[in-house]
Nanobody, 122 residues
Framework: QVQLVESGGGLVQAGGSLRLSCKAS????????VGWFRQAPGKEREFVAA????????DYAGSVKGRFTISRDNAKNTVYLQMNSRKPEDTAHYYC???????????????WGQGTQVTVSP
């Protein structure tokens, strides 16, 4: 397992942009796929995006496709989530997770960060 720390959350106006970072400790980070999930108050956790260990393949939830971009820099042990054209419904606590695979359910993923709060004002 790896230790994950998210950063970059905050308050942004609708239509604005924000970039989240997920920094991992451990020399095996490049061996893991990484995903972003989010959970809004009173709602279930939902899948946002994922990237394979090589960074060559990405996957997005339909609600963010075309607005969010996931990328990774294995030399820096960091995965990024660039969020553009933010909407109030994007308000949630965002978590990154790492594992051999990133199922949309989030089940079975061994490593999770503490999360970072993102709030989008109308």
């Amino acid at each position: 397992q790896v230790q994950l720390v998210e950063s970059g959350g905050g308050l942004v106006q609708a239509g604005g942009s924000l970039r989240l970072s997920c920094k991992a400790s451990g020399r095996t980070f490049s061996s893991y796929s990484v995903g972003w999930f989010r959970q809004a108050p009173g709602k279930e956790r939902e899948f946002v995006a994922a990237i394979t260990l090589s960074g060559l393949s990405t996957d997005y939830a339909g609600s963010v496709k075309g607005r969010f971009t996931i990328s990774r820099d294995n030399a820096k042990n960091t995965v990024y989530l660039q969020m553009n054209s933010r909407k109030p419904e994007d308000t949630a606590h965002y978590y990154c997770a790492a594992g051999p695979a990133i199922p949309h359910t989030g089940l079975g993923i061994g490593s999770w960060g503490q999360g970072t709060q993102v709030t989008v004002s109308p």
